[in-house]
């Protein structure tokens, strides 16, 4: 198999936008507490959303040559995910990639490693997610791969898998996007209805006495 | 013994006030360096400052069944303590959980557990301090209790207990709240006169240097 | 050899300020990738940006008595580093001692340990680079060294270091400073053109590619 | 309160004997999955098995002047466990100790710290519980308590309590000892019997499969 | 789709044995460095060496009730691969289970948890790669999968994938079984002539002085 | 300056093995609790002691190139100490290059990354002393450095500086080597006189009491 696979499927962008609007941890719950990355994987500015299909590279630990043709091969909306040996001590990442992922529309980054620049980073408005700042920069010596399965997070992701992204992490879609926005959108109706409740004092807890009884809870007098 | 029990003797709001209103750095000193969490459980959004009776719980790892009934059996002005398993990978707390807190008047949250929904939280002020954010929920299937002594972020936590919290992590109350709030109100007026005098560069260590040459140390020309 | 020196050499400020200036990802890179401490070292408040000479300390772990010396022989300018056991769970280091190099004219701490009053040190606008918040003050029983050589964060810090300190971390100068700082500044053109190239969609990858054909890279059709 | 508590009830040895036989795992499940400390602390050696009432001291962080007291006011069959910080970078206790202890018999040590001369700990068959080996000795600088309460691997430990430590760690007794012996001897008949089946492959699994089923899960057919 | 998929299809037993012979190194190098799980999966017990294919179970965190259905439906020969929310502080698995396994001719056990009865479990012979020794037994509350593609220690196992492992570790087959075994025997026969020159002092790093030569590399006269 | 320095003075090898023979714990308290090395950096096998003089290389992370020309400028006697990125999940040495070092009469190897190989580096008797053992090869592209100064597990370390490592760790050698064999001569003398009245329960804390009392600690009735 080659290196690097130049093409993938995408799904139509109105598909993933009608998925990717929805919180991640809206969209874990309701395709059943799945696809969550480790909590690790955070932005380095809060209050970022972003969502689009993965275009993967495989990069060596302390390496960041793949990442140029994951670049050069994504199109205006994809999301750039990046396998880097799960390890923070490194930042193969900085304002120079952040401005050749925003010259072509890439909508944000994904990867298991530091990025530095963070100044840079949070003024350039460009998402990224990641374990954190480091100052060490990478060599460019070793082979990886393109648009092979990877690994991020403790999550598989396929080229094409729908990622979104907001302060509290990453989540990978694992559900039909059509079906999983209508649970999205019936579970947010649910809670805002509770929310509005318990802000009056007013609590919807029933279901967990039910369970709690069940289990052989027993109270104090 | 039951695993709920519903209710405890809480201090007077106004002496919890008293040593409460003061940082967890100068309370943590003026009891003699005592009853300070783990300094991983930290606020989700800085410039919070809580005080309260604890009222806790202990749930199982993954599984969050156990605040429901602590939230019910609130009353204002309570901090919700939880015991969940020192384990970060897991947001067992949001915002309907939080609005529910926000209901019954609970002043904030301590647990050793991620919570999610991080931008709500913000967003609604209500103040948590926690293992940081985790998209992924958490199982209601598992029986704890209620109002048992619970051990968090290494420091026992009775109900009842004073609990302080703010940018720099949670401290308990270890000494007689009122001498405490006199103790605490001396330090912070010998540290302001001491600020003042080292802002003007004229340093106050003399007791250091006698503790230096105490113990033999030598000085270069 | 005495446990205190109490003198070493400094560089002309102007030549500190020449290449301290620069980003700490910048000078990294621009000498040789060397240099940076560890990545859990970082700002307490973002957005600072610091240079000096280093006056170093070696401190017991959960102890600070050699703190207090270290700030009465600093000069205008220097920059506190301390050596404390690598441990986050101190902070021996608070509003207090931050007064005290303020009057005398330190630019920033960078300490492997803790620090605490978090919030007042945002406030005073001081600079703190360290492992984090922690509440639990220190004993001050110990003896250690000023002005020796000591290691923080994985890397050697002799006294008269050149510091430098941003958001992605602490970095100490490994090369002659008017050279480092000629470097510097090419890169930074040289950067800078890419963005801007870059942000139009125009990639500069041409190096990368020869790299992967070199190294045998397949591509799909 | 005093520092150093001198004295403080133990239970009679035949009764500490009675629990103490059985295993930490058998009894930590017996009592209802309480009183397991921290997976970190684990035997320098395997193989042991060690059982009496807990004499505790609260040490600095970094600092081991507390534990000779504790050794002298020891009494044969004790458990001597320290506080110390929750710090593997530290080994204040070593051959030396270790021989006092043993001149005094007690039984074993738990500790939150690292140790030191782990071969010689290994040869003297002295059993030791702790965060592993660590070369770096302490000081013996700050004053800390004798036979208070002290919270060790997440667990509160009260003078007296019973301490059982095998190859997979270390549990305190939180039931009466008596009827918890009783349960842990159900116990172990129990799960003797179960072993003799499956050795023979015969599962006996009815009430998982029930469990499954009243949960709704599905088989494939 | 079902919770629990029974039955996955199974590589001929010889094929499985052709390449799992080898040692977990050899495999991985000679399948292009794919497929190690994070390295703090290790054996209880060392010496072992196991290999068959894997069935798997999906457990929530803290919780072992899916493993009781993947012991039923495995079949002689098969290694279990549970994913457990890669938390060490849990041990769902002790001599009770790996005698159910024993009955059912399974080879061993893998998993992202903390195991139990380590004495027991050494004593007993059967393998298990776990993230270590833990008290903490686990609820049976919640459900999971069976036979479903899990992530364990950082890589994607599906059902019937070949799983090797030994003191090193574990590794999951990437590559067609024949070829990779014959990739394996060229390794191994080349490694153990390498062995045998430099045993005798005669160095073979031709190779690496080239690449050296290639990137530059300056000698010291 | 060359990348690859040739040589470098040695100690005569009777100055070496004089405080070499010492264990760790003993050399570190003799130069005043200095040199000891990161507690995660442990022998491979227990039960090995080991002393030589350093020769150091500087390896990129998830790169093991420069080991190579570090064992081939080796002298017998020699303990290899490579600085590899604090990475423990890379294993770039295993038993072939374990031969290599054998046939060079190194003597040891000290490394901040993984090893591999576990059973043959254990039966082939060359101590190794690592973050652990992980099955992960590296790549042999990223040139670093030999005989430069390095940090290895926070200490720096000069070729040419005397390493010792046994089952506790490693300690470099800070001192003039006869005068410290001497001084550890003497606290291992001590040491024997205490362990041998300390066996008998005759406890020599007098020094630990005076220290306390000046400390103003108080003791129960």
Redesign the interface.
């Known amino acids: 198999m080659?290196?690097?696979?130049?093409?993938f499927d995408r799904r139509p962008a109105d598909l993933i936008a009608g998925v990717g609007k929805y919180?991640?941890?809206t969209i874990?719950?309701a395709q059943g507490?799945l696809g969550?990355?480790?909590?690790r994987i955070?932005p380095v500015k809060?209050?970022v959303h972003i969502f689009g299909p993965a275009i993967t590279a495989q990069c060596?630990?302390?390496?960041n040559?793949m990442i140029?043709?994951a670049?050069?091969l994504a199109q205006p909306g994809d999301v750039l995910v990046i396998s880097a040996?799960?390890?923070?001590?490194?930042?193969g990442f900085?304002?120079?990639l952040a401005?050749?992922c925003?010259?072509?529309g890439i909508v944000g980054l994904v990867i298991d490693a530091?990025v530095?620049?963070?100044?840079g980073l949070?003024q350039s408005g460009f998402p990224v997610f990641s374990l954190?700042?480091?100052?060490?920069?990478t060599?460019?010596?070793?082979?990886g791969t393109i648009n092979h399965?990877v690994?991020v997070g403790?999550?598989?992701i396929t080229p094409g898998d729908i990622i979104v992204g907001?302060?509290?992490?990453?989540?990978v879609v694992r559900k039909d996007p059509a079906e999983l926005a209508l649970a999205c959108e019936a579970r947010e109706v649910a809670?805002a209805a509770?929310?509005?409740?318990?802000?009056?004092?007013?609590?919807t807890?029933d279901e967990?006495?039910a369970?709690?009884r069940t289990?052989?809870?027993?109270?104090?007098?």
């Open positions: 080659p290196n690097v696979i130049r093409s919180s991640t941890a874990h719950e507490r969550a990355l480790d909590s955070k809060q209050g060596h630990v302390g390496d040559l140029f043709e670049i050069n040996g799960n390890h923070a001590e490194q930042g900085g304002d120079v401005s050749a925003r010259g072509r530091g530095r620049d963070g100044r949070r954190g700042l480091s100052i060490k920069g060599a460019k010596e070793t082979l399965p690994v403790g999550e598989l907001d302060d509290d992490g990453v989540v809670e509770m929310i509005e409740k318990h802000l009056r004092g007013e609590l807890f967990r006495y369970s709690m289990k052989g809870a027993t109270w104090s007098d």
